[in-house]
């Protein structure tokens, strides 16, 4: 599967806004999309002055924003909205839970990772753990109850020392608990949708793929 390896700040950039894909870093660090307001490339500027964007171009982007904050590729985008479409409830929110309740998104949410490409790497190179069995699959959908721990092994990589002590990091969520003594977390309920401080218009997404 194809990753990439770019610029982040790039990423921003094309979305118009900081999507603090750099973690913690973003909170402190001047962003590339504050001193350049207009796309990458050499047609950036003349794309900034553009009028009126469509109604599927404004659909679209805000799909690639989101897509781009979680580190999804877009068939393992695609496969969510199926999923959260399929759920009782209203799709958009349902998607959003969903993005939310992967293990890679939650083991940075706790504090573990400075960022979710960071947690991915924890998770994929089998440092956590959940409910005592280890596993490396990132997009592991958690439960509410659900524990999360870093293995005994695991529990004073430099990676996890630095996140906890950094001084921006975001203060713990309503809906996760966090022992940080024994690096161990867990999911206290699942969140809704009032819970998650994503600045995103998820109904523009329901709309772009409900086409």
């Known amino acids: 599967m194809s990753r990439y390896t770019g610029p982040v700040c790039k990423r921003c950039r094309r979305e118009g806004e900081k999507l603090f894909l750099k973690g913690f870093k ?18 950036g500027p003349a794309a900034a002055r553009r009028r009126k964007q469509s109604d599927y171009a404004m659909q679209l982007r805000e ?22 479409s399929g759920r009782p409830g209203m799709t958009g929110e349902n998607l959003i839970v969903a993005l939310e309740s992967r293990l890679d998104n939650v083991v940075f949410r706790l504090g573990l990772a400075a960022n979710r490409r960071q947690a991915r790497q924890l998770v ?15 997009s592991y959908r958690l439960k509410g109850g659900d524990e999360i721990a870093l293995r005994e092994g695991s529990r004073e990589l430099d990676v996890v020392e630095a996140s906890l002590g950094a001084r921006t990091r975001p203060p713990l969520m309503d809906w996760l608990a966090l022992d940080e003594k024994r690096r161990v977390g867990r999911v206290v309920r699942i969140p809704v949708r009032g819970d998650i401080p994503l600045a995103a218009q998820e109904q523009l997404i329901v709309e772009l793929y409900s086409k």
């Open 26 to 43: 973003c909170y402190t660090e001047k962003c590339p999309v504050e001193r350049r307001q207009y796309p990458p490339g050499h047609l």
């Open 63 to 84: 799909k690639q924003k989101v897509k781009r904050i979680y580190g999804l590729h877009e068939k393992q985008f695609r496969n969510l909205f199926r999923y959260a």
């Open 124 to 138: 994929r190179h089998r440092h956590v753990a959940v409910n005592g069995s280890v596993v490396n699959v990132p």
